[in-house]
C-alpha cells in the first residue's frame, strides 16, 4: 500500500515539475508564442471560408490568396477606424487622469460638506481613480505593438491555412489507430471552431452595436471603445464590465452624469442582449465555463503572455476544457471547469466516446 502511494505522489510530483517547466518556458518564450497564437486564432477562424472556396471549385493556393486579402482588408480597415483614436487617446492619458483625479477630490470634498464621509478619503490613498486610463492605454498598446509582427503573423496564418486541409492525412500516417484518433481529433477541432467563429460573431455584433451608440451620445473615440469590447468580449462576465469603464468614465468627465448614465445603459443593454440572449441560443451551455474558471484563466494568461494573454485567456482554456472533455479519462476535469449543471452533456460525451473505443 505504502508503495502504491509513494509511486502516486511521486508520479504527481513529476506532473507537477513538468507543468512548472513549460510555463515557465511559455513565459520566457511569450514574444514568439504570443504571435504564434493569434496566428492559429485567425486560421482557425478563417478556416470555415477557406473550405468553403475550396468546396466551390478554388485550389488550395487561390483560395488561402484570397482569405488571406480579406484578412488584410480588415486589418486595413481597423487601422484606419482605431489608429488615429489610439494615438489621441495616448497622448490625452495623462490629462484624463488629472480630471478624473480632480473629480474624485470634488466628490471627497461633497461628502465632507454634507458630513457623508464614507472613508472615500482613505480609499483614495490606496486607489488612485486614473489609473483605469492607464491600464486601458496599456492594454490597447500591447495589441497595437503587435502590429510589428504583422508579417510574421500573416505569413504563419498562410502556411496555417495551407497545411489545414492535409493534415488529417498525415494524421493517419502518424498513429496506430487512424480512424479513431482523427475522429477524436475533428470533434475538438470542430468545437473549438465552432467557439471562436460563434464568440468572434457576437464579438463584432457587440463591437458595432458599442460603436454605434456612444457616437449617438457623442462620446469621445467610439471607435476605440468598440475595437475594445471586441476583444474583452472573449472574456465572458468580467470582459463587459472592463470594456464599460473607461468609456463611461470619458462621458463622465467629458459630458457629465446624464451622458454617462445613458453610456453605462447602453452597456449594459447591449451586453445583456448579446449576453444573456443571443450568445445561449447559438453556443449552448455545453461550452460554458464556470466563472472561477474564467477568472482564474484570466489571471493565469494575463500573467504568463501578457495583456494580450486576457484576450486569449478564455479561448485558450475553452479549448484545454473541449481536449480533455473528449476523453473518457479525463472528462471529470471538463465537468470542474463547467457551469454548474453540466454533467449530462460531458458525461454523454465520455459514453459516446467509450462506445466507440
Avoid at 232 to 256: M, T
Avoid at 331 to 350: F, K, Q
Wanted: net charge neutral; aromatic share 10%; hydrophobic share 55%.
Amino acid at each position: 500500500m505504502k508503495t502504491i502511494q509513494t509511486d502516486m505522489a511521486g508520479r504527481i510530483l513529476v506532473l507537477l515539475a513538468m507543468f512548472v517547466i513549460i510555463i515557465t518556458g511559455i513565459k520566457i518564450a511569450s514574444v514568439i508564442v504570443v504571435p504564434f497564437l493569434l496566428s492559429l486564432f485567425i486560421a482557425i477562424i478563417s478556416s470555415p471560408a477557406l473550405f468553403w472556396l475550396k468546396d466551390r471549385g478554388l485550389s488550395s493556393g487561390l483560395a488561402t490568396i484570397v482569405v488571406i486579402c480579406l484578412i488584410i482588408a480588415g486589418g486595413i480597415l481597423i487601422l484606419r477606424l482605431i489608429g488615429t483614436s489610439l494615438e489621441q487617446f495616448s497622448d490625452n492619458v495623462a490629462v484624463y487622469r488629472e480630471k478624473l483625479n480632480l473629480l474624485s477630490l470634488e466628490i471627497v470634498k461633497y461628502t465632507e460638506r454634507y458630513n457623508l464621509d464614507f472613508s472615500i478619503r482613505g480609499l483614495s490613498k490606496y486607489v488612485n481613480p486614473g489609473d483605469v486610463f492607464t491600464l486601458t492605454g496599456t492594454l490597447l498598446n500591447s495589441f497595437g505593438s503587435l502590429l510589428s509582427n504583422i508579417f510574421l503573423i500573416l505569413l504563419t496564418v498562410i502556411f496555417m491555412l495551407l497545411e489545414a486541409s492535409d493534415f488529417p492525412d498525415k494524421l493517419r500516417r502518424m498513429v496506430r489507430n487512424p480512424e479513431d484518433t482523427v475522429r477524436r481529433f475533428g470533434s475538438i477541432a470542430d468545437n473549438v471552431k465552432h467557439y471562436l467563429a460563434i464568440k468572434t460573431l457576437t464579438s463584432v455584433i457587440t463591437a458595432a452595436l458599442v460603436t454605434l451608440g456612444l457616437m449617438l451620445l457623442n462620446v469621445d473615440f467610439p471607435y476605440l471603445w468598440g475595437f475594445l469590447a471586441f476583444f474583452l468580449n472573449f472574456v465572458p462576465n468580467i470582459g463587459s464590465i472592463i470594456a464599460a469603464v473607461p468609456a463611461i468614465l470619458i462621458a463622465l468627465i467629458d459630458q457629465g452624469t446624464g451622458t454617462a448614465f445613458w453610456t453605462a445603459f447602453l452597456y449594459l443593454a447591449i451586453n445583456n442582449l448579446v449576453g444573456n440572449f443571443l450568445e445561449p441560443k447559438l453556443l449552448g451551455h455545453r461550452l460554458g465555463l464556470s466563472t472561477l474558471v474564467i477568472f482564474i484563466s484570466l489571471i493565469f494568461w494575463g500573467w504568463v503572455l501578457g495583456p494580450v494573454g486576457m484576450f486569449l485567456s478564455v479561448p485558450l482554456t475553452m479549448t484545454a476544457k473541449i481536449i480533455v472533455e473528449n476523453h473518457p479519462n479525463s472528462n471529470w476535469l471538463a465537468v470542474l471547469m463547467g457551469p454548474p449543471g453540466e454533467d449530462d452533456s460531458v458525461t454523454e460525451t465520455a459514453d459516446n466516446d467509450k462506445k466507440v473505443v
